[in-house]
């Protein structure tokens, strides 16, 4: 039968392609191998729900171990991969035990961005990223607690909204201009800004931090105009990393994370890589290789790369798709802006926008949407369909809610 299938990362991806693998037939063995104690769970909820919901949290599972023992997949938890024998197509264990395999797949996913004067403050400064993140911090939070969240990304807002939505007070500081600056139009992120305000969180933004301290009470940030924060405890939020040292101790290609084709092939022939931690040709936008850290990318590409790891030759080529909840608005962006050269602004009630990008060839290549609970779900869904398409809209059309997007889709 073979060595059979071998998966590093019993995350989102890892989980969707060893369930993938069976659903397209493959009857050798699978391994699942998760450095966590938990099944497979989902990353988005850490920062939401597992934080704000009455009941005590628990992992929202890809799938339980029942389901993947009746599949017949050897899920493996708590295990940690330390090294690849390439030539032996082996697999060594931080156990010191050893799995063969016949085809593998990287999906190690990515790791919280450290800031060294936050380690060296204390137990006091903490990531998250971990289920076990999420309930040690969901532990500390409630009324008349401050918490000092450094980073106005997704996951700094995110958490931000959810320590007010326990009572807690939150400080959010971001050393850029503004919050959300990779990816995320001003135009939304000053929505995202006011909902806080509303809210009641505070907001620093153009100032970055000079020093970290621990104290007997909690934690001093000082900034780097002088200014001293206080806070009960802090959670640094200032991004991931792909986690690429396996590959690259191995030899594989890295780029931005481990560089694989469009089949999610890595420079190993027998070794794929998905998720997080890899970097990818994304065709519809020109082969520019991009590198996601998203759900969605993680389930579309884990089902690829069982595909592809099963002799399939088509390349991947999914539109991205992104998405916050914060407080009672949702934001949503499918595609990529970066290039475009025209932005067109569709109103739909209630404060709801959306943004249409388009490039100088008129082509649509992004759109961003907010508003209140699923108000522009449907239009993100249609325009994501356009965008896969290659459609030039006509900006009129786009700018005019009266024009329905699922007629440009027949034009």
Not at 2 to 10: Q, S
Not at 227 to 237: C, K, L, N, Q, Y
Not at 311 to 320: A, H, K, Q, W, Y
Not at 381 to 392: D, P, Q, T
Request: proline share 4%; aromatic share 4%.
């Amino acid at each position: 039968m073979g060595a059979g299938m071998v998966i590093v990362g019993a995350g989102e991806c890892g989980a969707r392609a060893a369930l993938a693998l069976r659903e397209h037939g493959y009857v050798g063995p699978v391994t699942l191998l998760g450095a966590e104690s938990h099944a497979p769970y989902e990353r988005p909820p850490l920062s939401k729900d597992a934080i704000t919901d009455e009941d005590e949290p628990q992992p929202k599972h890809v799938a339980l171990a029942e389901r993947f023992a009746e599949q017949r997949i050897d899920l493996l938890t708590a295990r940690h991969a330390i090294a690849i024998d390439r030539e032996a197509q082996v697999l060594r264990l931080s156990d010191g035990s050893a799995i063969a395999y016949d085809k593998l797949l990287l999906a190690t996913g990515a790791m919280a961005r450290r800031l060294p004067m936050a380690e060296a403050a204390g137990e006091r400064c903490l990531t998250l990223r971990t289920f076990d993140d999420a309930v040690r911090i969901r532990g500390l939070l409630g009324p008349g607690v401050r918490v000092a969240i450094v980073g106005g990304g997704f996951i700094g807002l995110e958490l931000a909204a959810s320590a007010r939505a326990r009572g807690a007070e939150a400080v959010i500081i971001e050393a850029q201009p503004r919050v959300l600056m990779r990816g995320v139009p001003e135009a939304l992120a000053a929505v995202i800004v006011d909902r806080h305000g509303e809210a009641g969180a505070e907001l620093i933004c153009g100032q970055g931090i000079s020093s970290i301290a621990e104290e007997t009470a909690g934690v001093v940030i000082e900034l780097e105009g002088g200014r001293r924060i206080e806070a009960d405890f802090a959670v640094i939020g200032i991004g991931a990393q792909p986690a690429t040292q396996l590959a690259a101790e191995a030899g594989l290609e890295i780029d931005n994370g481990i560089a694989v084709d469009g089949l999610l092939r890595t420079s190993d022939e027998n070794i794929f890589a998905a998720g997080d931690c890899c970097s990818f040709p994304l065709e519809i936008y020109g082969g520019r290789r991009v590198r996601l850290e998203s759900w969605r990318n993680a389930q579309d590409q884990g089902e690829h790369a069982a595909r592809s790891m099963l002799g399939g030759t088509e390349p991947f080529g999914v539109v991205p798709w992104f998405w916050s909840d914060q407080y009672d608005l949702t934001l949503q962006i499918a595609g990529l802006a970066e290039g475009a050269t025209e932005v067109v602004r569709r109103d739909l009630g209630d404060g709801a926008f959306i943004l249409f990008h388009l490039a100088d060839d008129g082509r649509l290549i992004a759109a961003s949407g907010i508003g209140r609970g699923n108000a522009v779900a449907r239009d993100i869904r249609l325009a994501e369909m356009l965008i896969a398409r290659g459609v030039k809209p006509d900006p009129a059309d786009l700018a005019s809610a009266n024009v329905k997007l699922k007629g440009l889709l027949k034009a």
